[in-house]
């Protein structure tokens, strides 16, 4: 049975006194901590400030190491691959950090049509896409919610020879108890929803108008998604708005709080940092900026406390950030990314974007960079497919058994890639990167990639295990 909620999602007084104490970097303390990381089980609000204090390079070294073990013990060394498709820019909220604020006159409006929809969609699916995060402006055209469920069955609906989109993700405003069973209903993959800051005072300024002001209810949406029966969700916060060291604890807070409420915590976890975007001279000038080196940490220490989590970054961060990033546990990326309306399958600008992108290239481009590093580009959605969701996921991933899944579908959905869309190039990086994959598995999980791979070369698509 469900329990009530009785507590605040997330202790701002503690968090607040917490940060106050002076504290210094201690290499005994860090390295028990570092320790207990490696059993696989996660770390609590007081392990996360021993290792926020760490400033040496030996010991941040250390926790690089740590956080590179307990990833591959999780995930191995897959990249979950997917595209955002912005299918609308309109908003009524003042978001003094955002594009798509509603007092900004610096951008194009528009919602894409169905049809309009339909062509991004194509064109996702031609280069190769197999998962899509559907992305809207926090108000919608004259339909209204229903223009999202709409816009859902639109890209489920298109195929092109052996193209399609198995998984929609979306990431819209905070919905209704009603809405959130009808958002079940179109099955989704993950909903998705960052509180931005979870500082009280911080959010009231840089939210000044519209339903995004409201606090609790966009930190209350998690409990609605979960209790509509939604069983996978994506958490964030948007750095460079508070000091990050209070965002990762608020944030471990909240992960708390659900674990202990709803049995799970967040599918994914996304690291956006502020990125210049029009109209937004906050956007470009960060009020509390996070420099490289404490981007790094707290992707690492991230990854230590919540192992089981996928920790998501997107094409904000320039492609040596990224490549920096894989190991210290990011375990989703996106590729070839647009953050305007209409951006995939128009010759235009980037007029209408969100925010400035660090990475620019295409998705094959990204694809050879991370097999050339030895990474396993994956466009699995098996789990989703066969029911793998929610605490049938978490019981899986904690001990890091879903690898025993994860590796066969990453080799089977990369070589489809490989065949149907890569480049030459890229084919030849890839196919080397799958055979250096393959020698490394225990017998069973290879066992595994060659039936499923023996399916692909056979003509056979979308196989999963």
């Known amino acids: 049975m469900l329990m009530p909620r009785r507590e605040p999602i997330v202790n701002d007084k503690y968090i607040t006194q917490v940060l106050r104490r002076e504290r210094s970097e201690d290499d ?14 996660g770390l609590n609000q007081s392990d996360m400030i021993g290792l926020m204090a760490i400033e040496s390079e030996p010991l941040l070294n250390e926790l690089f190491s740590a956080a590179r073990y307990v990833k591959n013990e999780i995930y191995g060394r897959r990249l979950v691959i997917f595209a955002p498709m ?42 190769g896409h197999k998962r899509v995060l559907l992305v ?26 052996s193209g399609e989109i198995r998984r929609v993700n979306v990431n819209v405003a905070p919905l209704t108890a009603d809405e959130f069973l009808q958002l079940k209903e179109r099955k989704i993959g993950t909903y998705q929803l960052f509180q931005e800051t979870y500082n009280r005072k911080v959010y009231s300024q840089v939210h000044l108008a519209g339903k995004k002001a409201d606090y609790n209810w966009r930190l209350s949406a998690i409990d ?35 674990e202990r409420r709803f049995g ?49 970054m997107s094409t904000r961060e320039t492609p040596n950030i990224r490549r920096e990033s894989f190991a210290l546990g990011v375990s989703q990326i996106s590729a070839g990314s647009r953050t305007n309306p209409g951006g995939y399958s128009e010759i235009q600008g980037d007029n209408g974007s969100q925010f400035s992108l660090g990475d620019h290239r295409s998705l094959d481009e990204v694809v050879r960079d991370v097999a050339s ?16 969701v929610g605490a049938d996921f978490m019981d899986m991933a904690r001990p890091g058994d879903i690898r025993r899944h994860c590796d066969p579908n990453g080799i089977s959905t990369f070589m489809e890639y490989l065949k149907d869309f890569a480049s030459e190039e890229t084919r ?30 056979d003509g056979k698509r979308d196989v999963y295990c």
């Open 224 to 258: 609605r998604a979960l209790e509509a029966g939604l069983n996978d969700v994506g958490i964030g916060v948007l750095f460079g708005l508070c000091d990050w060291r209070y965002e990762m604890l608020a944030l471990k807070s909240h992960i708390e709080y659900l």
């Open 373 to 388: 590093m030895g990474y396993m580009p994956s466009f699995c959605t098996g789990c989703y497919r066969l029911g793998r």
């Open 28 to 41: 005994i303390w860090v390295r028990e901590i570092l320790d207990k990381a490696r059993e696989l089980k």
């Open 136 to 161: 809207a402006g926090e108000s919608y055209p004259k339909q209204g919610f229903n223009y999202v469920l709409d816009a859902i069955d639109t890209i489920y609906s298109v195929r092109e020879g």
């Open 264 to 312: 799970i915590g967040p599918h994914t976890v996304s690291v956006p940092r502020l990125e210049p975007a029009s109209g937004s001279p906050m956007a470009s000038r960060p009020p509390a900026p996070i420099d490289d080196k404490s981007f790094q940490k707290l992707v690492a220490i991230l990854r230590l406390s919540v192992p089981y989590t996928g920790i998501i």
């Open 86 to 127: 912005y299918v609308s820019n309109l908003c009524k909220n003042e978001c003094t950090y955002c594009a798509f604020r509603a007092k900004n006159k610096d951008i194009e409006r528009r919602s894409l049509t169905q049809d309009e929809i339909a062509r991004e969609t194509l064109a996702l699916i031609s280069s």
């Open 428 to 457: 030849r990086v890839g196919e080397q990167c799958i055979q250096n994959t393959m020698s490394q598995l225990d017998d069973e999980p290879r066992r595994i990639s060659e039936k499923l791979l023996t399916r692909i070369h």
